[in-house]
């Protein structure tokens, strides 16, 4: 069983940052990949990032590429998404996962409860 609590969401102007952390119960993290999800008001909850359970491999969804990076530390059992030049559509709560495969995001083992995250002036 492992447990995934978020944390760092908030209010951010357009143009803003945050950053994203995920703590993860049990000492079976690092043997995992781990994602973000989104789901923004009214719509159906979307693919943000994944790593590898080693950090070397990651991918982002077409909409973040270039302002979003996902990371880790198994020493600390955490995950983080720093989100830089943020927009009012990446308004939405974020949920950490964790992931059998890299390979297969949308495969999913566990869940966090998620953090809102809101971009507006």
């Known amino acids: 069983q492992v447990q995934l609590v978020e944390s760092g969401g908030g209010l951010v102007r357009p143009g803003g940052s945050l950053r994203l952390s995920c703590v993860a119960s049990g000492r079976t993290f690092n043997t995992y990949s781990m994602g973000w999800f989104r789901q923004a008001p009214g719509k159906e909850r979307e693919f943000v990032a994944v790593?590898?359970?080693?950090?070397?491999?990651?991918s982002y969804a077409d909409s973040v590429k270039g302002r979003f990076t996902i990371s880790r530390d198994n020493a600390k059992n955490t995950v983080y998404l720093q989100m830089n030049r943020l927009k009012p559509e990446d308004t939405a709560v974020y949920y950490c996962?964790?992931?059998?495969?890299?390979?297969?995001?949308?495969?999913?083992?566990?869940w966090g409860k998620g953090t809102l995250v809101t971009v507006s002036a």
């Open positions: 996962t964790a992931n059998p495969s890299y390979r297969n995001p949308n495969d999913v083992d566990y």
């Open positions: 790593i590898g359970w080693s950090g070397g491999s990651t």
